[in-house]
């Protein structure tokens, strides 16, 4: 990778960061992780109460790029065709009938999937299908989805009835998964001071499509050794439950990561180590990712829920274990 394209790189992103801060106020582990999933190109889950500002976040996001944009209310009764688009009937001059596809808000490169777990099921599977085909069919026809293409979906933990919880089973269709705080004292100050203002915010567009293709083709080019690579493979090992398992592992967890996990873990430091400045991955940059990684694909058992273990807790103990095994 040439030094050239790394600066540029950098200076691109570091435009996105200040363009976000214009507009949202802490936060910056937060964006921080959403970046990884966009240059990573891949799909994000944000999960936090109402109020912290994942659907801003991810509005400013897309208004920093020169992308299209969508948003979707999830609600019990949207239907999967709200989402895809359908076939509609037209009746010409001459009274001849013709099927024209009408598109749904999915045909955009930056979808904002609000409130996910307050559709159906048949609903979150079309846009899940979606998101991992980067196609839609309809009436025997498969249309492509626009590049680049990502689904930002939020989460409301809070107030679960009437909710759908996403299956097990497609949560892999996500990247990472992140989690949003509550603001800081100064940071809530912060948001007051800028929110009570008549001050209008105008975020610019400063990077194209063909840029973030640039960066995530050069996060690609970042090279890992094999005793990263062990390490990461290591780390989505430890969270089977087996002879090799921590105990936290063995006690709470029903089912670890599958395969994507430590392909999430991988892209996902490809992306954190170019941000800093390196052409090749760190075994803190795999330390980092864990967490949004793989938070949303290991899977607890009855005794892990009823005693409110959280995934990260379980992760946090693989890597103490794992600190002492490094090449």
Same mark, same amino acid.
């Given at each position: 990778m040439a030094q050239q394209t790394l600066e540029d790189c950098l200076q691109r992103v570091e435009l996105v960061?200040?363009?976000?801060?214009?507009?949202?106020?802490?936060?910056?582990?937060?964006?921080?992780?959403?970046?990884?999933? $966009?240059?990573?190109?891949?799909?994000?889950? /944000?999960?936090?109460?109402?109020?912290?500002?994942? =659907?801003?976040? *991810?509005? %400013?996001?897309?208004?920093?790029?020169?992308?299209?944009?969508?948003?979707?209310q999830f609600t019990p009764d949207l239907m999967p065709t709200d989402i895809t688009g359908t076939n509609i009937l037209l009746v010409d001059e001459k009274g001849q009938q013709s099927f024209?596809?009408?598109?749904?808000?999915?045909?955009?490169?930056?979808?904002?999937?609000?409130?996910?777990?307050?559709?159906?099921?048949?609903?979150?599977?079309?846009?899940?299908?979606?998101?991992?085909?980067?196609?839609?069919?309809?009436?025997?026809?498969t249309r492509p989805l626009p590049e680049p293409f990502f689904v930002l979906a939020t989460q409301n933990p809070l107030e679960q009835e009437g909710t759908y919880p996403l299956p097990e089973a497609q949560m892999d269709r996500f990247?990472?998964?992140?989690? $949003?705080?509550?603001?800081?004292?100064?940071? /809530?100050?912060?948001?007051?001071?800028?929110?009570? =203002?008549?001050? *209008?915010? %105008?975020?610019?567009?400063?990077?194209?499509?063909?840029?973030?293709?640039?960066?995530?083709q050069a996060a690609r080019e970042v090279l890992v050794a094999d005793a990263v690579l062990d390490y990461a493979v290591k780390l989505l090992l430890a969270t089977h439950p087996g002879q090799q398992a921590t105990a936290s592992v063995n006690k709470y967890v029903r089912n670890g990561a599958g395969p994507r996990g430590v392909q999430a873990i991988v892209s996902l430091a490809k992306v954190r180590a170019l941000l800093a400045g390196r052409y090749n991955l760190a075994y803190e940059d795999v330390t980092a990712v864990a967490l949004p990684a793989l938070r949303h694909r290991i899977f607890l058992n009855f005794e892990g829920e009823a005693n409110g273990i959280r995934p990260d807790r379980v992760i946090m103990d693989i890597l103490d274990e794992l600190g002492t095994q490094k090449a």
């Open positions: 960061r200040q363009e976000i801060g214009k507009v949202l106020v802490g936060q910056k582990e937060v964006v921080e992780q959403l970046l990884w999933a $966009v240059f990573a190109g891949g799909h994000a889950l /944000l999960e936090g109460v109402p109020g912290l500002g994942k =659907t801003l976040l *991810v509005r %400013t996001l897309s208004q920093a790029f020169e992308l299209s944009f969508q948003r979707i024209q596809f009408q598109h749904g808000p999915i045909f955009a490169h930056v979808v904002l999937a609000d409130e996910i777990n307050r559709a159906t099921p048949k609903t979150q599977s079309a846009l899940l299908e979606a998101m991992q085909e980067r196609t839609v069919s309809a009436g025997g026809v990247l990472l998964k992140i989690d $949003v705080p509550y603001p800081t004292e100064e940071e /809530l100050k912060m948001i007051v001071r800028q929110t009570t =203002t008549s001050q *209008v915010i %105008t975020v610019e567009k400063v990077a194209s499509a063909e840029q973030i293709a640039d960066i995530q």
